[in-house]
């Protein structure tokens, strides 16, 4: 099973490099087709919403109005982002989220560092290293109109403090980076999983207060978004993609560093992330494999060409992963060779 995990990586790592040009063409091909029928993009439409709620209007008629103009559908609810972006730049503005941006990315450096310090130092220098370069989006202008790469440095950083003492601080991060993108919910069934396997009953409470407290403000959501819903107003048209795991790594790619790597490169990097999460062992390393693997497969079963952004949920946490490798590939050589070691008498008498 061992070898067969392993080569079932390798042929991943080489395909992954072809996937990620093919994804890349028909994410151009998809964008030129919505500019050619009139559609803008969608921090243009965040960027508008932001700013008719900074003016003072209510958040949920600026939001419709604004769906509305850019040809964007309001139903189902979950088509429409909850306020607290357009509320909390109100406040402070889009560069004060710029700073939150990069305050969250030298918390994710020093909490990584912490987090697998147990591993070993250089495994421990490592993971920041890697939490900073996978971090580096935290650093682009739109960075303030995007809910998931905002959502995805807080997340990260969640799971880092996941299994410490800080947990607590993880959960109250990794409830306001669902408040801020729905989409992340899962996050919390995957850590409630793992707290009720670990035997941790105070934890696990915590997280389901958190997730009953969110499941409450998602149902005030969908009844805000349905009573400013038009009779005219589009649906959306689901989603059913089925473009498998070539989406969600390409998602990966592009939301990046990886993206100025030639494609061989980066398509092997973006394939042995999730093979060092998957070796890591222990609670946080459960609780990623969840997270991540599950959210890979959710992506791959149900997003569109388009919803490739999504994957700014796993910015920078995913990339730690890759400091985890050279264990992994460790584990598995032990594996493949523990068969002959086990049929030997010699070496099973020393």
């Not at 243009?44 to 559908?73: C, K, Q």
């Not at 989220?97 to 918390?107: D, G, K, P």
């Not at 995957?190 to 707290?195: K, Q």
Request: hydrophobic share 60%; proline share 4%.
């Amino acid at each position: 099973m061992a070898l067969l995990l392993a080569v079932i990586a390798l042929l991943a790592c080489v395909w992954n490099g072809f996937a990620l040009e093919m994804r890349d063409a028909a994410h151009t091909s998809d964008i030129a087709e919505r500019l050619e029928r009139g559609e803008r993009l969608d921090m243009d439409l965040y960027r508008a919403i932001n700013g008719r709620v900074a003016a003072g209007e209510s958040y949920y008629t600026a939001a419709a109005t604004e769906h509305r103009v850019f040809g964007m559908p309001t139903a189902p609810f979950v088509t429409m982002r909850t306020p607290v972006l357009a509320w909390t730049t109100a406040l402070w503005g889009a560069d004060g989220w710029r700073i939150i941006a990069v305050l969250l990315w030298a918390a994710n450096i020093l909490a990584w560092y912490g987090a697998l310090r147990r591993s070993g130092r250089s495994t421990a220098l490592a993971a920041a290293a890697l939490a900073a370069a996978f971090g580096m989006v935290g650093f682009i202008p739109d960075i303030a109109f995007s809910h998931e790469l905002l959502a995805g440095m807080m997340l990260s950083l969640a799971l880092a403090l996941s299994a410490g003492p800080g947990w607590l601080a993880g959960l109250l991060m990794a409830t306001c980076a669902i408040a801020l993108r729905e989409l992340a919910l899962p996050f919390l069934g995957a850590w409630g999983v793992v707290a009720c396997l670990a035997g941790e009953r105070g934890k696990a409470l915590a997280i389901a207060g958190a997730l009953l407290a969110l499941l409450v403000g998602f149902t005030v959501h969908a009844a805000m978004v349905d009573a400013v819903r038009a009779p005219g107003d589009l649906v959306s048209i689901g989603w059913s993609g089925l473009l498998g795991p070539a989406l969600p790594l390409y998602g990966i790619h592009v939301t990046t560093l990886l993206q100025t790597l030639p494609s061989w490169f980066a398509g092997t990097l973006g394939v042995l992330a999730l093979l060092g999460w998957l070796g890591a062992g222990g609670r946080l390393g459960m609780f990623a494999a969840l997270w991540f693997a599950g959210f890979i497969t959710a992506v791959a079963l149900f997003a569109r060409q388009e919803n490739f952004y999504w994957m700014g949920l796993f910015v920078p946490a995913y990339g730690v992963g890759l400091a985890l490798v050279p264990r992994a590939l460790a584990d598995l050589a032990g594996a493949v060779r523990q068969p002959r070691l086990a049929r030997s008498p010699t070496r099973v008498s020393q």
